[in-house]
């Protein structure tokens, strides 16, 4: 997992590369210092000697001077080194993500995502960024205080040193808990982010139940869960220190009585013992911080998993590595014996669906029925677990996903706008539209004149102050972009059920010149817009049950049939 870290800063190796050149001045210059408190007590508190004295206060500043300069320069290009490591590891999990099937996202509420995206990759910045800073600046640190209490006096070092490995199994031990609890936090920061995502974006239905309480209630719950996690972290990280500490109390306590020992019987001089001392309490300090660095790092690596985690899920719809380009089809569109499921239970049963160009599909039927389902097969948002989709008479599985898409326009429910102008967002499955094309969508879509008494025109930003659009306005927004698309085969999932009479007769409008010179699948709650469908399929739970026209359908006297009296029944009780 750390290699996979360390390779994503690869790139930005030269900063690495200074960074470490200037850790290694940092370290040096601690060496240095526990090394010249020797000679330095020697020449002025034994030799009496002015002259180094006077230098001492300059050579102080001189070498603090130069030890900030490294430390800047370590600090600086090390973290930069790490944070643009981790913006490319930011893009790469979006870009992951992105590159999913549906599926993923269903089984993944979008909060969530976003915590992944967002807090998981903040904790492992912690990683590349800061603790690798640590890891260099203290591990030369430390190597160089080494280096002197080991000159100063070998076996007094030996000692100091064999209290470090002793450190070595609490601190893993702690590390491997930090690192779990980690985890655990940031799945509940997950939980906090998908609350805050369905409440903000469900706002109104929360007020309008008036559950604010209820939401409320359930946030500080989460919250709490998650104070419970960093709190046991916090815990952990808090002991480490004292810990190790307690425990290299054994060797500082053992080096002073032997070494005090040695001074007294002359075996060594004062100032070396001091030099020695110096270099030994330096040298627990980065090794403090080193242990306290690799908990840091154990709970980024925490975080790094989840993130690694969307990085290497595979979509499950991929093109073949033999897939071609499909190109523009004329619009047959055939279902083959089509069965599906989600999980485990079969949505889709053996269905068989023929669609010819041109042709208006209509699909009715209960909700749950399949309708949706059946529509998502032949954009290829799931494939059929038997039978095939194909498109003019060939399995759409043999071509690039993408090229599918490009055949299909697809309206439903969901007006999606994005935060952009109204221009770009019909323009959103073209770019590269002029302005022309989309004003001429726009027409078609019976939008154009609403768009112009908005006040930027086609400039105006969806996200704008005062720019309300209803309803049936975000729903011919969407129609411009569908017939900007131009695409060959049409998909109408409920594009209209949401909407008002009046409304809905404009889109449909829209809706007919849509449709035009297009293989049109149409999922409608109101008989009165498919009566005029070439062909009518009822759907009822996974199955096709009746096939057949408008007339056909009332003549058999089934299900449609049903259907159509109870709404006609609905829209004389409506007319009176
Ligand atoms: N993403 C999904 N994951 C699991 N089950 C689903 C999903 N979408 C729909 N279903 C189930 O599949 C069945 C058909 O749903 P759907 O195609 O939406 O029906 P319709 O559009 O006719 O109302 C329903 O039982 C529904 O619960
Ligand atoms: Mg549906």
């Not at 043999?398 to 706008?417: C, G, M, N, R």
């Not at 086609?458 to 569908?482: K, M, N, P, W």
Request: net charge neutral; proline share 3%; with cysteine.
């Amino acid at each position: 997992m750390f290699t996979r870290i360390i390779a994503y800063s690869r790139p930005y190796w030269w900063r690495i590369f200074l960074a470490a050149a200037a850790s290694i001045g940092v370290g040096s210059m601690d060496g240095a210092f526990a090394y010249l408190v020797e000679p330095i007590l020697k020449k002025i508190f034994a030799g009496k000697d002015m002259f180094i004295f006077t230098l001492l206060p300059f050579g102080i500043i001189f070498l603090f001077l130069l030890r900030g300069v490294c430390r800047y320069t370590n600090d600086y290009f090390m973290r930069t080194a790490g944070q643009l490591a981790v913006q490319d590891v930011r893009n790469e999990i979006y870009k992951r993500n992105m590159g999913l099937s549906l599926g993923f996202f269903n089984r993944n509420p979008a909060g969530a995502l976003m915590s992944r995206v967002l807090n998981d990759v903040s904790m492992m910045q912690e990683a590349v960024g800061n603790i690798i800073t640590g890891l260099f600046r203290d591990g030369f640190s430390a190597v160089s205080l080494l280096a002197v209490i080991f000159y100063r006096n070998w076996k007094l070092a030996l000692i100091t040193f064999v209290v470090i490995p002793l450190t070595v199994y609490p601190a893993q031990k702690i590390g491997r808990r930090i690192k779990r609890l980690a985890k655990h936090g940031q799945e509940k920061m997950g939980e906090i982010a998908s609350i805050l995502q369905e409440t903000f974006s469900g706002i109104k239905v929360v007020k309008a139940f008036g559950l604010e309480e209820r939401e409320i209630a359930k946030f500080f719950d989460r919250n709490r869960d998650f104070y419970f996690f960093t709190r046991k972290n916090i815990k952990y990280e808090a002991l480490s220190a004292p810990i190790m500490e307690i425990i290299t109390s054994f060797g500082v306590a053992a080096v002073i009585w032997i070494g005090g020992n040695d001074v007294m019987h002359g075996r060594m001089s004062a100032s070396e013992f001091f030099s020695f001392v110096t270099g030994m309490v330096l040298v627990y300090t980065p090794i403090k911080r080193l242990i306290n660095s690799y908990n840091a790092m154990q709970r980024s690596m925490g975080a790094a998993e989840r993130v690694f985690e969307i990085i290497d899920e595979k979509p499950e719809i991929v093109d073949r590595p033999d897939a071609a380009e499909l190109e523009r089809v004329g619009g047959n569109v055939t279902l083959q014996d089509v069965s599906f499921r989600y999980n485990d239970e079969y949505v889709l049963r053996n269905v068989n669906l023929e669609a010819r160009r041109g042709e208006v599909v209509a699909l009715v039927g209960p909700s749950g029925g399949g309708k949706t389902t059946l529509v998502s097969l032949i954009s290829r948002f799931y494939e059929p677990n038997e039978g095939a989709v194909l498109m003019d008479g060939k399995d759409i599985r043999q071509f690039k996903l993408k090229s599918v898409l490009k055949q299909i326009a697809l309206v439903d429910q969901e007006t999606i706008l994005f935060n952009d102008t109204l221009a770009n967002n019909i323009r959103y499955g073209m770019p590269e539209a002029t302005d022309a094309q989309v004003e001429a969508a726009a027409r078609a879509a019976f939008a154009h004149d609403f768009i112009m008494t908005m006040p930027m025109g086609y400039e105006t930003g969806i996200g704008d102050r005062g720019v309300r659009l209803s309803g049936g306005q975000r729903q011919r927004i969407c129609i411009a972009r569908a017939i900007l698309k131009d695409a060959p085969i049409l998909i109408l999932d409920e594009a209209t059920s949401a909407l008002d009479t009046e409304s809905e007769q404009m889109v449909q409008k829209a809706l007919n010149n849509l449709m035009a010179n297009r293989t049109t699948f149409v999922i409608a709650h109101r008989l009165s817009t498919i009566l005029h469908a070439d062909k009518i399929a009822v759907l009822e739970k996974g199955e096709i049950v009746e096939t057949g026209n408008h007339e056909t359908l009332l003549a058999h006297g089934g299900i449609y049939a049903r259907l159509h009296d109870m709404q006609f029944q609905d829209s004389q009780k409506g007319d009176e």
